[in-house]
Nanobody, 126 residues
């Protein structure tokens, strides 16, 4: 069992930056691919970024490429999402998620992720 706790959300002006953190419990964190998803009001949850268990592979939603960076520190059981050049359309609740399937490849499908945090609100004002 893995418990995930996000932090770092808040209110920021367009063009600003935020760094989200996701702290995980459990000794198997370093074996899981980890991802960030987000859900805006009235919209479905969508994939944002994923990082492989080793940190050697990352993948991003097209609209955040070049602005967001996902990283992880397995010694601290923590995954991060650095968000720069934020836009109002980035406003959403951001969730981190863990994929315990030991898949060879990373996944962008939310159904592959068994463990989820409670979410942290990110609001970008124009």
């Amino acid at each position: 069992q893995v418990q995930l706790v996000e932090s770092g959300g808040g209110l920021v002006q367009a063009g600003g930056s935020l760094r989200l953190s996701c702290a995980a419990s459990g000794r198997t964190f370093s074996r899981y691919h980890m991802a960030w998803f987000r859900q805006a009001p009235g919209k479905e949850r969508e994939f944002v970024a994923v990082i492989s268990w080793s940190g050697g592979s990352t993948f991003y939603k097209d609209s955040v490429k070049g602005r967001f960076t996902i990283s992880r520190d397995n010694a601290k059981n923590t995954v991060y999402l650095q968000m720069n050049s934020l836009k109002p359309e980035d406003t959403a609740v951001y969730y981190c998620a863990a994929d315990p399937s030991f898949s060879v490849v990373v996944n962008t499908n939310s159904q592959r992720y068994d463990y989820w945090g409670q979410g942290t609100q990110v609001t970008v004002s124009s």
